[in-house]
Structures are given as structure tokens and as C-alpha cells.
Nanobody, 115 residues
């Protein structure tokens, strides 16, 4: 059973930084892609950043240039470095691993940016 455990959320002032981590366990296979999504109250879950097994990255327009997605060499852990945070970045952030065509999700971590 694949499990994803997230950490690193919290409360930060606008302009500050946070780093999210998501560690996977229970899979014998490397993920095809790893990503971060977020969801604010009343809104749909949206893609924030994604990295493929080949290292290709893509970002939401709203975070490009401020957020950086990365992973460890074993591709068991994915990170999201968030700089220059804005109040509109406030959301629950979820990590996602795509493994053999199936999506796996973390439990979510709250990020709150105060103005």
C-alpha cells in the first residue's frame, strides 16, 4: 500500500518562505510523475507544480518564478520550495504521485499566508 506523508506547512507572513516535503513508502516502482496541488475553500483543487520521471517540470502561472519543485535521487521524496508567498497562496497543499497509471495523494498540509 502506497502512503504519502507530507510535512512543512504552517503560518507565514506575506513575502516569507516555506518548504513542503512529501515522502512516499510502500511502492516497488518509481513514480512516473510527482506533483503538488492545492485547494482553497470553495475552489477546485489545482495543479501547483509537477515533475516527471525524466525531470521535466511545469508550474501554474500564478507560482512560476516563486515556487520550485524538486525531488531526491531515489524519487521517494518530492519537495516544494515556496518563496515570496502571497495571501492568495493560502490553501491546503496535497502531494501526488502517479505510479503505474494510478494517482496517490497525501493527506494535505495547511499553508496560511498572512498579509
Amino acid at each position: 500500500q502506497v502512503q504519502l506523508v507530507e510535512s512543512g506547512g504552517g503560518l507565514v507572513q506575506a513575502g516569507g518562505s516555506l518548504r513542503l516535503s512529501c515522502a512516499a513508502s510502500g511502492s516497488r516502482f518509481r513514480p512516473n510523475a510527482m506533483g503538488w496541488y492545492r485547494q482553497s475553500p470553495g475552489k477546485q483543487r489545482e495543479l501547483v507544480a509537477r515533475i516527471t520521471s525524466g525531470g521535466r517540470t511545469n508550474y501554474a502561472d500564478s507560482v512560476r518564478g516563486r515556487f520550485t519543485i524538486s525531488r531526491d535521487g531515489a524519487q521517494n521524496t518530492v519537495y516544494l520550495q515556496m518563496n515570496s508567498l502571497k495571501p492568495e497562496d493560502t490553501a491546503v497543499y496535497y502531494c501526488n504521485f502517479l505510479i503505474l497509471g494510478k494517482d496517490y495523494w497525501g493527506q494535505g498540509t495547511q499553508v496560511t499566508v498572512s498579509s
